[in-house]
């Protein structure tokens, strides 16, 4: 194996014709120059310098390893410029995924933070739902998924189907809790309910309802069923916005994350306070490896400052 400190010496002898003069050069001792040049001509296997007297030529293999030797060591100092540079947070890349209510809330907030403190940092942004931002990530496709789960899937069929299961090889970074409201148009006999008053969710029971995304639409028809009814959906979109559109136009009622209200502005609709109180743990995960990439770890840092400021 070549090493770059015998190309470096290899380059000091042939420009200044000696061992003495290299290591002059170098700032090493004669000694010090003949015992790295007859390690790299070990290492590559052939005579790189012919010593006739004072004199002292290069082998054709060693005109070729000069040649090359150049490159060899700009391309390297290029490297350890740029990892250097990553290292220090003056570059970098982040490929983020998440959650659209937590694209519209948490991550411009995080973001534009980040940039402020660190404008060599790039990150570039996909929404998916888990569990898919969940797969993204160990699949090695997004360097941190903001996800999220529900508290009351305790079972293993319900963990698995919200991606709760196997984060043990995760690095798990709590944000914030996230509570369920209902929503319902303004004229709803409901909507006048105080803001220190809540509603059951089994008086919603008759209505008709308007479905999220298909992990919001299983826990709406796990809650309610847990009331001792089934919701009779006549709506399903994974727009939020269209979501409170219809129950703004009196379509239905719906249940949604504050956090998804919070990004849009409900017009026409009303949200009101849900009992028994049914709440999403809003996280940031990432690999452990990729937790020690300083461009990661602000990330990391600035969703965990934005989700303080949301709570």
Aim: charged share 25%; with cysteine.
């Amino acid at each position: 194996m070549i090493e770059a400190r015998h190309l470096r010496v290899l380059r000091a002898v042939a420009a200044t014709g000696s061992f003495s003069a290299a290591g002059r050069e170098l700032g090493c001792t004669q000694p010090a120059v003949s015992q790295q040049m007859k390690a790299l001509e070990a290492s590559v296997g052939t005579p790189l310098l012919i010593r006739s007297g004072r004199e002292m030529r290069l082998t054709q293999a060693g005109e070729a390893l000069v040649r090359h030797a150049a490159g060899i060591l700009s391309g390297l100092t290029a490297a350890e410029e740029e990892v250097a540079a990553i290292a220090g947070l003056r570059a970098g890349r982040v490929r983020l995924v998440s959650f659209p209510s937590g694209s519209s809330t948490l991550v411009p907030t995080a973001l534009a933070a980040l940039r402020a403190a660190h404008p060599g940092t790039r990150v570039s942004l996909e929404e998916a739902e888990p569990p898919r931002s969940v797969e993204l990530l160990r699949e090695g496709d997004c360097d941190i998924a903001l996800a999220f789960r529900y508290e009351r899937a305790t079972d293993a069929a319900d963990a698995e189907q919200a991606g709760e299961g196997e984060w043990d090889d995760l690095v798990v970074r709590p944000l914030l809790t996230d509570r369920l409201v209902a929503l319902v148009p303004e004229r709803h006999r409901l909507a006048r309910t105080g803001a220190s008053e809540s509603v059951a969710i089994g008086d919603l029971a008759a209505e008709p309802w308007i479905a999220g995304c298909p992990r919001c639409r299983g826990q709406l028809v796990q809650v309610c069923e847990s009331a001792g009814f089934t919701p009779r959906i006549d709506f399903a979109t994974d727009d939020y916005p269209a979501v409170v559109g219809l129950v703004g136009a009196g379509l239905g009622v719906a249940v949604l994350p504050q956090l998804a209200i919070e990004s849009v502005r409900p017009r026409g609709a009303r949200a009101v306070t849900l009992e028994p109180a049914v709440r999403r743990e809003i996280v940031a995960l990432t690999l452990p490896d990729l937790a020690q990439v300083p461009a990661v770890s602000a990330t990391l840092d600035q969703l965990e400052r934005a989700a303080a400021r949301a709570g």
